[in-house]
Nanobody, 131 residues
Framework: QMELVESGGDSVEAGGSLRLSCSAQ????????MAWFRRVPGKESEAVAT?????????????FYSDSVKGRFTISRDDGENSFYLEMSLLTPEDTATYYC???????????????????WGRGTQVTVSS
């Protein structure tokens, strides 16, 4: 079973930026779709960003974002580093959450990854944004 490990969580002030990383110990080439979720205690987890191969075997990728982060967050992947990332900017206290990376072996069908689709989960990294 491939393990995903997040890093980069921190405490920042509103308006600041962070870069989260998710690393795997083996090649990520076979992971067609990757995503970042976040969870706040007492609330359901929210998919905030997804990056998926455009089609089976394609080298092109498509990205999807939740309305709450669109224009502020950017998801990317680097298979050479067996990693994917979440660049976060213009952070607000509402972005405070535990962030989890997730992946699945098959394509994400035209939108954000659903939690029910996830094949692999990371353990989470805390992001705290103060006002």
């Amino acid at each position: 079973q491939m393990e995903l490990v997040e890093s980069g969580g921190d405490s920042v002030e509103a308006g600041g930026s962070l870069r989260l990383s998710c690393s795997a110990q083996r090649s990520t080439l076979g992971l067609a779709c990757m995503a970042w979720f976040r969870r706040v205690p007492g609330k359901e987890s929210e998919a905030v960003a997804t990056i998926s191969r455009a089609s089976v075997g394609s080298r092109q990728f498509v990205q999807f974002y939740s309305d709450s982060v669109k224009g502020r967050f950017t998801i990317s992947r680097d298979d050479g580093e067996n990693s994917f990332y979440l660049e976060m900017s213009l952070l607000t206290p509402e972005d405070t959450a535990t962030y989890y990376c997730a992946a699945k072996w098959y394509l994400c069908g035209g939108g954000l990854m659903a939690s029910s689709e996830v094949d692999l989960w990371g353990r989470g990294t805390q992001v705290t944004v103060s006002s």
